[in-house]
T-cell receptor, first 115, second 117 residues
């Protein structure tokens, strides 16, 4: 079974600074997808960024980028120019390419942004 | 596009009663819907997966008779918590997948907070 581990229960960052959230996963599969989701206080899950395992290039979405290390099974999220609105709980998630969409989530990291 | 709604957003019920939560995909047909449970400041725990017109697949440890899931159409899935008890109090989130595209992305509803007195 696949597992996803987020070893940082809480992180904090100053507004306009950069922060990196860590995620590692364990799988025996070669084809899969990785995601970062944001859950603000409203509890609405929002997709931040996704990475296809077969792609070597790291995904980027505006201020959000990932460092995908397939051999190390690591998938960290970098948030640049942090904004107050980035404060939320962030979840790393894994999905097998062969599954019907089932996601395995990490434990989550609470990100606080200080003005 | 790709909006998922849940109703109600909050519900309070007495112990022993049943509660139904609806999950609707508003602008797409969802081939698969998922139901999650989340405790405060904790991760999402998958309870079950439902496909339209077939029985739901429950995760290990989830009581099928307690958490009844019906996926009656391609836009509606319901979760009924039967004979609710205070320990069932939680935040329930549904998600829906179009089943299209390589990634087959899930779209999440806003969640339902259930409080059992």
């Amino acid at each position: 079974a696949q597992t996803v581990t987020q070893s940082q229960p809480e992180m904090s960052v100053q507004e306009a600074e950069t922060v990196t959230l860590s995620c590692t996963y364990d799988t025996s599969e070669s084809d899969y997808y990785l995601f970062w989701y944001k859950q603000p206080p409203s509890r609405q899950m929002i997709l931040v960024i996704r990475q296809e395992a077969y792609k070597q290039q790291n995904a980027t979405e505006n201020r959000f980028s990932v460092n995908f290390q397939k051999a190390a099974k690591s998938f960290s999220l970098k948030i640049s120019d942090s904004q107050l609105g980035d404060a939320a709980m962030y979840f790393c998630a894994y999905r097998s390419a062969s599954s019907y969409g089932k996601l395995t989530f990490g434990q989550g990291t609470i990100l606080t942004v200080h003005p | 596009g790709a909006v998922v709604s849940q109703h109600p957003s909050r519900v309070i019920c007495k112990s022993g009663t049943s509660v139904k939560i609806e999950c609707r995909s508003l602008d797409f047909q969802a081939t698969t819907m998922f139901w999650y449970r989340q405790f405060p400041k904790k991760s999402l725990m998958l309870m079950a997966t439902s496909n339209e017109g077939s029985k739901a697949t429950y995760e290990q440890g989830v009581e099928k008779d307690k958490f009844l899931i019906n996926h009656a159409s391609l836009t509606l899935s319901t979760l009924t918590v039967t004979s609710a008890h205070p320990e069932d109090s939680s935040f329930y989130i549904c998600s829906a997948s179009r089943g299209a595209g390589v990634v087959n992305e899930q779209f999440f509803g806003p969640g339902t907070r259930l409080t059992v007195l």
